[in-house]
């Protein structure tokens, strides 16, 4: 299993002066849940490089197992300070692809177009493609083999208005994850605030928050090892 992971390089939360990024739990659970099941993991990110953490995420509040694992493995950290750039990425290279979420992605991998071919190619292709928290707000403009936006007509979930509205950032991010995935025609549905919900519709994985990120990761290692075996 040869799986993508795809991060922000976008760290300026609108104009408020403050910092975003990636979210740490939501690349270190899916991280280590890859790396368990064996499969051989490229992260790359919109400039590669040491992507931008978002500093909240740091939080002593938000930390979880596999965030304090990651800070104790040296070599992951290596890993996340020398991804690879997205537009080296070839997507004939890769079983599937994997978004960690934060704020920053809503920024520029949202309106990012190698990031969208690339989401594009390897579904149409046949591949599983997976987003948790903010990370389907990078689907705003993937289109299906039709046209039609990709998530028009499928199960999807992703950051709530509400638990949006609880970390106070309604007015501040470019768009909403839940409306623009209603708007694009999406059958969005999602569970409890900040409890672990996740969806699977055929190749499309998408998980609501920080908390559904080893469900998100376990969904598409199941979708991929089900593909092996058929």
Known sequence: MNIL????????????????GFWLEEFAAPYYAFLEAGANITVASTKGG??????????????????QRFKADPAA????????PLASVSADDYDAVFYPGGHGP????????????????????GKPVAFVCHAPGVLRHVKA???TPLVKGKKVAGFTNTEEEAVGLTNIVPFLVEDMLKQNGGLYSSGPDWGSYAVKDGLLITGQNPGSSV????????TLKAAKAS
Not at 54 to 61: M, Y
Not at 77 to 84: G, K, W
């Open 50 to 67: 040491q992507p931008p953490l978002d500093p909240k995420s740091d939080d002593p509040s938000f930390q979880t197992a596999e965030t």
């Open 77 to 84: 950290q290596a890993v996340l300070a020398s991804t690879i």
């Open 5 to 20: 992971m795809v991060l922000t390089s976008h760290d300026k939360l609108g104009d408020t002066g403050h910092k975003t």
């Open 145 to 147: 083999a039709d046209g």
């Open 106 to 125: 809503l920024w520029d991998l949202a309106e990012d177009k190698t990031s969208i071919s690339l989401i594009e190619t390897l579904y149409q292709s």
């Open 215 to 222: 469900e998100t990761a376990g969904i598409l290692i199941n």
